[in-house]
């Protein structure tokens, strides 16, 4: 799957991470391996946390329609609250740090 902000690509291969996978995304990582992004799919009150992840990233919160509701900078051993509305949760290398913004819509395909 590959992730799009409009027709600039953002990642090209994203690892769609559903039921236990959602759990387990960048965890026991040092980098984003083969792929450049982990896509968890989240419940409408789950936190994200960073415990056991060796690596900074970006965390994009994203609703049904993709539109991004919220950008941090997730650093190692850190609870990241819910987001109202939240439904997917994009994490990036933070060299993508600054390309998307809040309000943002993005594409999965």
């Known amino acids: 799957m590959k992730a ?5 690509i953002i990642a090209s291969n994203v ?7 959602s759990a ?6 040092k ?4 792929y450049d992004a982990y896509l968890i799919h989240m419940l409408f009150d ?3 946390d960073s415990f056991f992840v060796y690596t ?6 994203l609703d ?4 991004v509701l919220k950008v941090v900078h997730c650093t190692k051993d850190k609870i990241y609250a819910p987001v109202r509305g939240q439904y ?8 993508k740090k600054g390309v998307i913004k809040k309000g943002d819509y993005l594409i999965l395909k």
């Open 4 to 8: 799009y902000k409009g027709k600039q």
């Open 15 to 21: 690892r769609d991470c559903k039921g236990f996978m």
């Open 24 to 29: 387990v995304g960048l965890r026991f990582k």
């Open 31 to 34: 980098n984003f391996g083969k």
């Open 46 to 48: 789950s936190i994200l």
């Open 56 to 61: 900074d990233f970006i965390a994009l919160w």
């Open 64 to 67: 049904k329609k993709l539109k």
């Open 88 to 95: 997917l949760v994009l994490e990036l290398p933070v060299e």
